[in-house]
Nanobody
Framework: VQLQASGGGLVQAGGSLRLSCAFS????????MGWFRQAPGKEREFVAA????????DFADSVKGRFTISRDNAKNTVYLRMNSLKPEDTAVYYC??????????????????WGQGTLVTVSS
């Protein structure tokens, strides 16, 4: 499995970005997809996750109401739309894949595959 995250960049506080993660190598619809982030000097933390058909979605409290997650199984891609960005959202964002998961999970060690990360910087 290969995951390629893109869409990061520099944005002012209050702005928006959409991250994409392209999946290849296996059947995309067999995987729960998650987004995580890691700020300098901090541990990697859960942001959002979506089940294979979008029927289950979960968000970290810190992004609930501002971020949305979606997937297009025909394009093998998962998206993270980030609105009302804050400086504290600055981090490297990673997408991850969890094979045949029954639920959406928040734990880093639940996920089997990881992308390389894309940097999001929010200026105040």
């Amino acid at each position: 499995v290969q995951l390629q995250a893109s869409g990061g960049g520099l944005v002012q506080a209050g702005g928006s970005l959409r991250l994409s993660c392209a999946f290849s190598g296996r059947t995309f619809s067999n995987y729960v997809m998650g987004w995580f982030r890691q700020a300098p000097g901090k541990e990697r933390e859960f942001v959002a996750a979506i089940s294979w058909n979008g029927g289950r979605i979960d968000f970290a409290d810190s992004v609930k109401g501002r971020f949305t997650i979606s997937r297009d199984n025909a394009k093998n891609t998962v998206y993270l739309r980030m609105n009302s960005l804050k400086p504290e959202d600055t981090a490297v964002y990673y997408c991850a894949a969890d094979y045949r998961a029954r639920y959406v999970y928040r734990q880093v060690n639940e996920y089997d595959y990881w992308g390389q990360g894309t940097l999001v910087t929010v200026s105040s």
